[in-house]
């Protein structure tokens, strides 16, 4: 997908990468804005299962579900991490009954004798184990878990390679409960005939390159007229119409923008902070150069603090999800920084739940990241509207979402969660009777206006995430979903309305490498493309980075082929940083100035605070410090290099080579700063400092 992910992801920040002369201070020149309190705000909850008397422990609050009910402390104990998978999300497909029965033994020996017949080409191994595994979850689809166990157990699955206990970490991801239901309908359900894409992609993506990734296809001019109802571009009075659709106003709005909090509540004090596999600061997380684990059963079981290499801290810690400590600091910041009158919205772009093991997942984790956030959310921003999207993590298992398509009504596995999150954004006030009925029928989506002229859209981004398996059904079909299907619907409402829309999802858009299915994001980049005038912004997250994307006009097809100039320009996506440290991130926050007639963001303001400063402290006489980090205007709005270099070319004449004042920070001002980068290094270098400070020592996993 040719979408411009400026500075991370493309050569112009080469230099700015590889120079050996830059250094950053920690967080100069950064300006700190906020002191947060050190003490736990305890009135933010109910009450309280566990407060320490200083910071040797993580405080525990009690959080209540949507009906009042309270989770019970032993869902988040840090002593008490779970060792079995969750039984209540277990879903497999019913069996065919024209299916063929066939012997599980039988299965298990030809799909071994397959892996290890090296007289095949590894893609041909691959194809053919998952037609015989095919046949098994077809006829007898309780059995597939099992099969999937052992095979992981005989080849010693290399995703658990850093595991010393391998056999049992085996047994626990592929229950039934966990992958192993998943994986068996994505086997049933997959079309993996030689005429689909299907099994190409499951062997490229799913098993990690025993299969070359197919080629980005070309959506057909047939499927394209069909799609947009042959109006392939936007109508000439939509291009001319003015973008003024909310109230005449001198101020701008402010919107608070934030994303993958990762609340931990089993992060424990203490823990090893730096262990060698999957997620640290948990009391059974280890270091295999200071604790011996062979033999160390994966669940409840804490390592001795004699045999710890560094300890998980208060405030929390690089590769560590966000301890409450670190959350509640964050929304003292945000309520801060929304000053006594508030914010005018606010968006919150998803990923509430923790990362872990499989079968440290369950329902009831998801349930209580959801209302300890949003209830937060609701008591530190008051009135303000909160429009949320649904992250990669924010369901169990983690990371999927099933079509309706599916048979058998397996369509449905994931409603409980569509449901609960309906009640309880109604609960605290974001949505109404229709909007929430719209969150149930599309999967978490919604669309909703909440200020004059502007729709926002909601909607999942699952459906084109790589990491959720059922994506890799019907690959050929660029929305087996049925949400852009949804979301360019809504846009047309829009469009018919005069309306102008912010889209708000979690995973980014686009080839970034690792992320997204091409087809379907082919396919929101011709719908981007068709509805550039209408679309005023879009926001994702994800990565925990701060960057974004450029998409240039391109209604073809085939969105490679589109052109990088800056002139072509169409749309802009941002992507916000993150408040876990997981990946070696500062928590950030984001406030948007946006113009409230043209909801165009005019300014934004990053900040963050600096927990490398605190990380190795046992306390500290305050709480954390935010900072403001840098305007994007001012960071970024002189483009006097390229147009002295003559390759400035946004269609807005330039003020003394500033971007005028007037003129809102859209897709012609980011495509123009890749432009001024290539004529200022030195924006670049300044770019990766800003990126660096946010994202701790650029290192991204």
Same mark, same amino acid.
């Given at each position: 997908?040719?979408?411009?992910?400026?500075?991370?992801?493309?050569?112009?920040?080469?230099?700015?990468?590889?120079?050996?002369?830059?250094?950053?201070?920690?967080?100069?020149?950064?300006?700190?804005?906020?002191?947060?309190?050190?003490?736990?705000?305890?009135?933010?909850?109910?009450?309280?299962?566990?407060?320490?008397?200083?910071?040797?422990?993580?405080?525990?609050?009690?959080?209540?579900?949507?009906?009042?009910?309270?989770?019970?402390?032993?869902?988040?104990?840090?002593?008490?991490?779970?060792?079995?998978?969750?039984?209540?999300?277990?879903?497999?497909?019913?069996?065919?009954?024209?299916?063929?029965?066939?012997?599980?033994?039988?299965?298990?020996?030809?799909?071994?004798?397959?892996?290890?017949?090296?007289?095949?080409?590894?893609?041909?191994?691959?194809?053919?184990?998952?037609?015989?595994?095919?046949?098994?979850?077809?006829?007898?689809?309780?059995?597939?878990?099992?099969?999937?166990?052992?095979?992981?157990?005989?080849?010693?699955?290399?995703?658990?390679?850093?595991?010393?206990?391998?056999?049992?970490?085996?047994?626990?991801?592929?229950?039934?409960?966990?992958?192993?239901?998943?994986?068996?309908?994505?086997?049933?359900?997959?079309?993996?005939?030689?005429?689909?894409?299907?099994?190409?992609?499951?062997?490229?993506?799913?098993?990690?390159?025993?299969?070359?990734?197919?080629?980005?296809?070309?959506?057909?001019?047939?499927?394209?007229?069909?799609?947009?109802?042959?109006?392939?571009?936007?109508?000439?009075?939509?291009?001319?119409?003015?973008?003024?659709?909310?109230?005449?106003?001198?101020?701008?709005?402010?919107?608070?923008?934030?994303?993958?909090?990762?609340?931990?509540?089993?992060?424990?004090?203490?823990?090893?902070?730096?262990?060698? #596999?999957?997620? /640290?600061?948990?009391?059974? @997380?280890?270091?295999? &150069?200071? +604790?011996? =684990?062979?033999?160390? $059963?994966? !669940?409840?079981?804490?390592?001795?603090?004699?045999?710890?290499?560094?300890?998980?801290?208060?405030?929390? #810690?690089?590769? /560590?999800?966000?301890?409450? @400590?670190?959350?509640? &600091?964050? +929304?003292? =910041?945000?309520?801060? $920084?929304? !000053?006594?009158?508030?914010?005018?919205?606010?968006?919150?772009?998803?990923?509430?739940?923790?990362?872990?093991?499989?079968?440290?997942?369950?329902?009831?984790?998801?349930?209580? &990241?959801?209302?300890?956030?949003?209830?937060?959310?609701?008591?530190?921003?008051?009135?303000?509207?909160?429009?949320?999207?649904?992250?990669?993590?924010?369901?169990?298992?983690?990371?999927?979402?099933?079509?309706?398509?599916?048979?058998?009504?397996?369509?449905?596995?994931?409603?409980?969660?569509?449901?609960?999150?309906?009640?309880?954004?109604?609960?605290?006030?974001?949505?109404?009777?229709?909007?929430?009925?719209?969150?149930?029928?599309?999967?978490?989506?919604?669309?909703?206006?909440?200020?004059?002229?502007?729709?926002?859209?909601?909607?999942?981004?699952?459906?084109?995430?790589?990491?959720?398996?059922?994506?890799?059904?019907?690959?050929?079909?660029?929305?087996?979903?049925?949400?852009?299907?949804?979301?360019?619907?809504?846009?047309?409402?829009?469009?018919?309305?005069?309306?102008?829309?912010?889209?708000?999802?979690?995973?980014?858009?686009?080839?970034?490498?690792?992320?997204?299915?091409?087809?379907?994001?082919?396919?929101?980049?011709?719908?981007?493309?068709?509805?550039?005038?209408?679309?005023?912004?879009?926001?994702?997250?994800?990565?925990?980075?701060?960057?974004?994307?450029?998409?240039?006009?391109?209604?073809?097809?085939?969105?490679?082929?589109?052109?990088?100039?800056?002139?072509?320009?169409?749309?802009?996506?941002?992507?916000?940083?993150?408040?876990?440290?997981?990946?070696?991130?500062?928590?950030?926050?984001?406030?948007?100035?946006?113009?409230?007639?043209?909801?165009?963001?005019?300014?934004?303001?990053?900040?963050?605070?600096?927990?490398?400063?605190?990380?190795?402290?046992?306390?500290?006489?305050?709480?954390?410090?935010?900072?403001?980090?840098?305007?994007?205007?001012?960071?970024?709005?002189?483009?006097?290099?390229?147009?002295?270099?003559?390759?400035?070319?946004?269609?807005?004449?330039?003020?003394?080579?500033?971007?005028?004042?007037?003129?809102?920070?859209?897709?012609?001002?980011?495509?123009?700063?890749?432009?001024?980068?290539?004529?200022?290094?030195?924006?670049?270098?300044?770019?990766?400092?800003?990126?660096?400070?946010?994202?701790?020592?650029?290192?991204?996993?």
């Amino acid at each position: 997908m040719k979408v411009l992910l400026v500075c991370v992801y493309q050569a112009l920040a080469v230099a700015a990468w590889t120079s050996s002369t830059l250094s950053y201070p920690s967080h100069a020149p950064a300006t700190p804005v906020f002191t947060a309190s050190r003490a736990f705000p305890t009135s933010a909850f109910s009450s309280m299962y566990f407060m320490p008397r200083k910071q040797e422990a993580i405080p525990r609050p009690v959080v209540t579900d949507v009906d009042g009910k309270p989770f019970p402390d032993r869902l988040n104990n840090p002593a008490s991490m779970p060792s079995s998978a969750p039984k209540d999300s277990g879903v497999l497909p019913a069996p065919q009954a024209s299916a063929s029965s066939v012997s599980p033994a039988q299965i298990h020996h030809e799909v071994s004798s397959t892996i290890r017949n090296t007289s095949m080409s590894s893609c041909s191994r691959c194809k053919k184990a998952l037609r015989l595994g095919q046949s098994l979850a077809q006829s007898q689809p309780h059995k597939v878990p099992g099969l999937l166990i052992q095979l992981c157990k005989e080849f010693q699955y290399k995703q658990f390679g850093r595991n010393p206990d391998v056999n049992r970490t085996c047994e626990l991801s592929y229950t039934t409960g966990g992958q192993g239901g998943v994986f068996t309908q994505v086997l049933s359900y997959a079309d993996l005939s030689d005429e689909s894409t299907d099994a190409d992609y499951l062997c490229a993506q799913f098993f990690y390159g025993f299969c070359p990734m197919p080629e980005p296809a070309v959506l057909s001019e047939d499927f394209l007229n069909d799609w947009f109802d042959r109006q392939r571009t936007p109508p000439a009075h939509v291009k001319a119409r003015s973008k003024d659709v909310g109230p005449s106003s001198h101020k701008n709005i402010q919107v608070l923008w934030t994303s993958d909090i990762h609340v931990d509540g089993r992060y424990a004090v203490g823990a090893e902070a730096e262990c060698s #596999y999957r997620y /640290c600061c948990r009391s059974n @997380s280890f270091n295999t &150069s200071t +604790f011996d =684990a062979h033999g160390y $059963l994966t !669940g409840n079981q804490t390592v001795p603090p004699q045999n710890i290499s560094t300890s998980s801290p208060y405030w929390g #810690y690089e590769g /560590c999800d966000a301890p409450w @400590s670190l959350v509640a &600091s964050a +929304f003292e =910041a945000m309520q801060h $920084l929304g !000053g006594e009158s508030g914010f005018d919205l606010a968006l919150y772009t998803g990923d509430l739940v923790a990362h872990a093991q499989t079968w440290e997942e369950s329902r009831d984790l998801v349930r209580y &990241s959801e209302s300890g956030l949003y209830d937060m959310m609701r008591h530190y921003l008051g009135n303000t509207t909160v429009v949320a999207a649904i992250g990669n993590h924010d369901s169990s298992p983690t990371e999927h979402a099933a079509p309706h398509a599916l048979p058998d009504d397996r369509g449905r596995q994931f409603s409980w969660d569509w449901g609960y999150v309906s009640k309880l954004w109604q609960k605290e006030g974001w949505l109404n009777d229709s909007q929430a009925q719209t969150v149930r029928t599309h999967y978490g989506g919604y669309s909703l206006q909440p200020l004059p002229g502007l729709r926002v859209i909601s909607f999942n981004t699952d459906f084109w995430y790589r990491g959720n398996s059922f994506a890799f059904i019907h690959t050929s079909n660029p929305d087996y979903s049925g949400t852009l299907r949804w979301v360019t619907d809504e846009l047309q409402r829009a469009e018919d309305a005069n309306e102008r829309v912010w889209i708000v999802g979690h995973v980014l858009p686009g080839w970034d490498g690792y992320s997204s299915m091409d087809r379907p994001t082919n396919l929101f980049y011709q719908i981007v493309t068709r509805y550039q005038h209408t679309i005023a912004h879009m926001f994702f997250a994800h990565s925990h980075e701060d960057t974004l994307s450029v998409f240039y006009a391109n209604s073809n097809g085939n969105s490679s082929s589109a052109s990088t100039e800056t002139s072509r320009a169409v749309g802009i996506s941002l992507f916000s940083p993150s408040v876990t440290p997981l990946t070696n991130m500062n928590p950030g926050i984001r406030v948007l100035e946006v113009d409230p007639q043209t909801y165009e963001i005019m300014d934004y303001h990053q900040y963050y605070t600096p927990l490398q400063d605190v990380q190795n402290k046992t306390s500290t006489d305050t709480g954390l410090v935010w900072y403001h980090l840098y305007s994007a205007r001012e960071t970024y709005g002189n483009f006097s290099a390229a147009e002295k270099a003559g390759n400035y070319s946004a269609p807005v004449t330039l003020d003394h080579g500033q971007w005028p004042s007037w003129a809102p920070l859209n897709a012609s001002f980011w495509a123009s700063v890749s432009d001024e980068m290539l004529a200022r290094p030195e924006l670049a270098s300044m770019f990766h400092a800003r990126w660096v400070l946010c994202s701790w020592e650029g290192v991204w996993e």
